[in-house]
């Protein structure tokens, strides 16, 4: 199913089409080198999101550059495609370093013949134009663990060996009733479908209120990829889930615990300071005209409320444990604070 169709089947996720491994020692497919590759994302996308938020954490502004997509997908050949534009800053609609337009002209560099889906996140080898991978969870996972001499000084230990296991399983249920469960309900095909999505939505936001009411960060005393993965649902859930996707049983925001999670990462340096509301509201509400034909774009809600206080140091923990915070957003890539 595409992005711009009614839906008539649940929606399906098919394999990352490219996934070749990026590590500092090379011994996998490539080797992690400052400058050799771009990632392309859009700000909307909450998969390309994870990665977004570890490529701050880690420090990896210098090694890796960012080239962001416009939120408004462009109709290539009948389907919606990422594309620069002068609007969202690529003068002449052409990403500055990969001279290209549509992040598909990456995939087609990569295998000529390839006709599969185009998706956000997407890694970049920078000169030879081919796209290395575009396997959010992997790369998320190989930026945090696997790009040694490359990430900062005071960089997190975002996936601790003795909490693996924990952070995999918690992970695992917040991809399957969350992060991939409001996409299940917001593009139901029909009843049955979508009360089986929501109803799994709130079960899971109801454990994890219980969860983090007594606890920080989901995993452990410091954030893991575990907050990491469950960060760009809840930051979307109100602006776009609850109305656009259906998710309107509860907004976050009347759930005490988990909103004042929310809002501890976002005013963390590395979450908040990587959220644009205006692209993701834009893109789901105009892109997706299969459940939204109008492309009216809602309004609401205030984003200044994620800037009020949460108090959830007393739980104890520390965001970055022996590390430290990442430092400012390098210029070129700040996004408006909420306003
Ligand atoms: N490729 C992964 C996740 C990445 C993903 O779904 N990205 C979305 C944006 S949020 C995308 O680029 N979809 C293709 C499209 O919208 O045409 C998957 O399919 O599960």
């Given amino acids: 199913m595409r992005a711009n169709e009614v839906p008539t089947e649940e929606i399906r996720r098919d394999p990352a089409a490219f996934a070749d491994r990026v590590t500092a020692d090379g011994r996998l ?8 590759y771009r990632l392309v994302v859009n700000r909307a996308c909450p998969w390309a999101h994870r990665v977004v938020i570890t490529r701050r954490l880690m420090g990896l502004e210098r090694a890796v550059s960012l080239a962001v997509t416009d939120p408004r997908q462009e109709i290539i050949g009948g389907e919606p495609h990422w594309v620069f534009t002068e609007e969202t800053g690529s003068p002449g609609g052409l990403d500055p370093v990969l001279g290209i337009h549509a992040l598909r002209e990456a995939y087609l560099a990569r295998d000529p013949g390839y006709t599969g889906g185009v998706s956000v996140p997407g ?18 996972l190989d930026m945090a663990t696997e790009w040694g001499g490359l990430v900062r000084d005071g960089a997190p230990d975002l996936y601790p060996e003795p909490l693996r296991e924990e952070i995999d399983a918690v992970g695992a249920e917040v991809y ?15 009843q049955e479908h979508y009360d089986a999505a929501v109803g799994a939505v709130f079960d899971r936001l109801d454990a994890l209120e219980e969860r983090l009411s007594g606890q920080r960060y989901l995993v452990g005393d410091t954030v893991t990829m575990a907050d990491v993965r469950l ?3 809840l930051v979307r859930f109100d602006p776009v889930y609850h109305g656009h996707f259906k998710c309107n049983v509860r907004k976050l925001s009347e759930y005490p615990a988990l909103w004042a999670y929310a809002r501890d990462l976002f005013q963390t340096p590395g979450f908040g300071d990587t959220v644009e509301f205006d692209h993701i509201r834009v893109h789901y509400y105009w892109v997706h005209t299969g459940i939204n034909p109008t492309r009216v774009v809602a309004r609401g809600p205030d984003p200044r409320g994620w800037l009020a206080p949460h108090d959830r140091a007393a739980l ?24």
Avoid: K
Wanted: no cysteine; glycine share 14%.
């Fill in 29 to 36: 497919d490539r080797r992690a080198e400052a400058g050799r």
């Fill in 231 to 233: 960060f760009p649902t």
């Fill in 176 to 190: 399957r009733d969350l992060n991939n469960g409001v996409y299940r309900a917001g593009f139901a095909p029909d």
């Fill in 316 to 339: 104890g923990g520390t965001p970055f444990g022996t590390g430290t915070a990442p430092g400012p957003v390098p210029a070129g890539e700040r996004v408006p604070a909420p306003a």
């Fill in 123 to 140: 890694l970049v080898d920078v000169e030879s134009g081919h796209l290395v991978s575009n396997d959010y969870d992997r790369l998320a």
